[in-house]
Structures are given as C-alpha cells and as structure tokens.
C-alpha cells in the first residue's frame, strides 16, 4: 500500500483524535484520581481495579454515559466482590472460577436487565479467580472497583464536556461532501466522462460512513446536554443540531439517485442539457454557502437565500432534456428541499419555496 492510500485513513484517524481528545483526557484524570483515592486514602497496596473500572466506565463516547458508568460500577462491584468472598472461602481454582461466573452473573440478572452490567460482573470474577495474589487482601478489591466507578460518575456528570459544537461540525462536513460530490457529477457531464461519473458515484455512496459520524455527533449532543446539570440551557441547541440528521440523511440519498443518473447518462449519451448542468453546479455552490454558515455557528437561515435561487432555476424545463437528465433536474429541485430544511424551515415550508415546473 502506498503512502498516497494511507493518507486518507491517516487524515480520518488524527480527526477521531482530535474528536477524542478530551474524553481520554478525562479517563486519564479518573485513573489517577482512583488509583490515588485507592491507595493513598483507602491503602490498599497495588488497588489495580480502581483504575480499570474507570476506564470502563467513562468509555469513549459521551451517549447514555451516565447510564453506562452505574450499570458497569454496579457489574464490576457484584463480579468483584462474590469473586473476593468465594475466594477467601473455597480458594481459586477452574471450578471455583465456574461457580464464581454463575452466581455474580445470576445476581446481576435479578438486579438489572442490562447486559453490560450482566457481562461486567462474569468477566471481573473471573479477573478475581485468575489474578487473585492473595486471599488477604479480598474486600479491598471491591472497594477499589466501588471507587473507580465514583470517581468515574463524578466526572461523567461535573465534566462531560459538550460536544455540542461536534455536531455541527459534523453537518457542516457532510454538507461539504455533497458539494463536493455535486461538483465532481458536474465534471464528468461536461466532460462526457464516465470513470469521472462512476468515481462520483462511489463518493456519494461513501458517504454513509459520514452520515454514521454525523449521527453519533448528534445523538451525543442530545444525551450530553440530559446527563449534566452544567449543560442543560444547552438542550434546544442540542435538539436542534440533531433535527439535522433527518434531512442530511434524505439528502445523501437523493445524491446518491443524481450521480447514478449522471453515470447513466454518459454511458447511454443521453442529453443532458447545458442549463441542467450549470443547476447542480449552483446547488454545489449554495451547499458551500450552508457548510460555511453552519461552520460560523451563524443562523443557518442565512443560506436560504441561494437555495432559493437554486430553487427557482430547478421549475425551469428544457425540452430537449432526456429521462437521465430529468431525473437529475428532479434530484436537484429535492436536494434543495433537504437543504433548506437544514437551513431552518420545516418540511411544508420548503416545499412551497421550490416552484412547479414550466417551460421557459
């Protein structure tokens, strides 16, 4: 594999860092407040479970987290502790192990129906079983893996960071990427050339993995700003950053149907009129416009006015146009549908803004 194929994964990798950052900044402070707290105040000697229910808990991603950290504090604590008592009463070895895992996950099913929790309290005793060193030092590891999950919940709840902002980010990439993709089908219509289409097309498909992005940003934006008291005036930015999703997603797939088209075109030399080609070229330019807006943070309805422009040039028929070049006429005037909905309109509303279709 060449280096010029490793930089597109290399670039996608250092913004999952950048994304990241501060979640594993956060894991790093709990490991050391856990394993201080473990082994300064409580002196347990060598409190390794502190540290690792930590980790466990805060995780990577800021959903349902508060909800996380107590089902693993709540798993590890039962996995830790029946391991600790039959230990320090029948000793480890494999059969204890199988009567440890049994119980502590039997217990686990009455007290919650949540898996994590369920299958955190069967792995960490059979961490007691296997690591156990010495029989005198049991209860402390329950109460080091009691602290980890405090000091992990104490985090996941004072300082959760918002990843408001991501979200919009997020949107502002996949709108970019629409652009992008839209300009890419303009070059290969004016070009007649069918692997510039086909490598248009593969972009617009590649997109799911962006709208994946778009979504997680979305739904972490919302379960943030639910779980921390310090965000909640956060909450109708939250939401609205999320109602995105739906349109962003309806919009990938209408470019999906256009680059197809465009391929279909070329390959068939159907006509595609001249004034068809310069609208997605237009359509590319106000989706740069919206990416731009929603990158300043500014009101996302100071895009609409180009999108209406776009709008008005898509009502206009060429009749010269054949079934392909309709087709991406039609994609277009829905395209701005969708972007205008991310510009702040609800459905019916942007709608009305896209006119019927005449003859000039």
Do not use: K
């Not at 349902?64 to 230990?87: K, S, Y």
């Amino acid at each position: 594999m060449t280096l010029g194929a490793l930089r597109p994964d290399l670039a996608r990798g250092i913004q999952r860092l950048r994304q990241r950052w501060v979640l594993i900044v956060q894991i790093g402070v709990a490991v050391l407040v856990s394993w201080t707290v473990a082994g300064r105040v409580l002196g347990h000697e060598n409190p390794f479970f502190a540290p690792v229910t930590a980790i466990i808990c805060l995780g990577l991603t800021y959903g349902q987290r508060l909800r996380r950290i107590a089902e693993v504090t709540i798993g590890v604590a039962i996995g830790v502790l029946v391991g600790d008592l039959v230990v320090l009463v029948l000793g480890n070895g494999a059969w204890q192990m199988a009567l440890v895992v049994v119980v502590a996950m039997s217990i686990a099913v009455v007290l919650s129906s949540g898996q994590l929790l369920v299958i955190q309290s069967g792995v960490q005793s059979v961490f007691i079983v296997a690591l156990v060193a010495d029989q005198g030092v049991a209860v402390s590891r329950w109460l080091d893996a009691v602290v980890g999950g405090l000091v992990a919940l104490v985090i996941g709840a004072v300082a959760p960071t918002s990843p408001l902002r991501r979200s919009r980010v997020e949107a502002a990439r996949t709108v970019r990427e629409v652009s992008s993709t839209l300009r890419d089908v303009v070059a290969a219509l004016r070009r007649r050339d069918r692997v510039l289409a086909e490598a248009a097309l593969d972009q617009a498909r590649a997109m799911e993995g962006q709208l994946v992005e778009l979504r997680t940003a979305a739904s972490e934006g919302v379960a943030v700003v639910r779980q921390s008291p310090l965000l909640r005036s956060h909450a109708p930015a939250a939401r609205a950053s999320s109602e995105l999703v739906v349109p962003l997603d309806r919009c990938a797939r209408n470019l999906r149907v256009l680059a197809r088209r465009a391929s279909v075109a070329i390959t068939r030399q159907e006509v595609v009129p001249d004034r068809y080609v310069d609208l997605v070229a237009a359509l590319a330019d106000a989706g740069d416009d919206l990416a731009r807006v929603l990158d300043e943070h500014a009101a996302p309805l100071a895009a609409r006015g180009v999108l209406e422009r776009v709008a008005g040039l898509s009502a206009r028929v060429d009749p010269s146009a054949g079934l392909s070049a309709e087709m991406i006429r039609g994609q277009v005037r829905s395209m701005v549908v969708d972007l205008l909905v991310v510009a702040g309109l609800d459905d019916d509303d942007a709608l009305l803004l896209v006119p019927e279709s005449h003859l000039p």
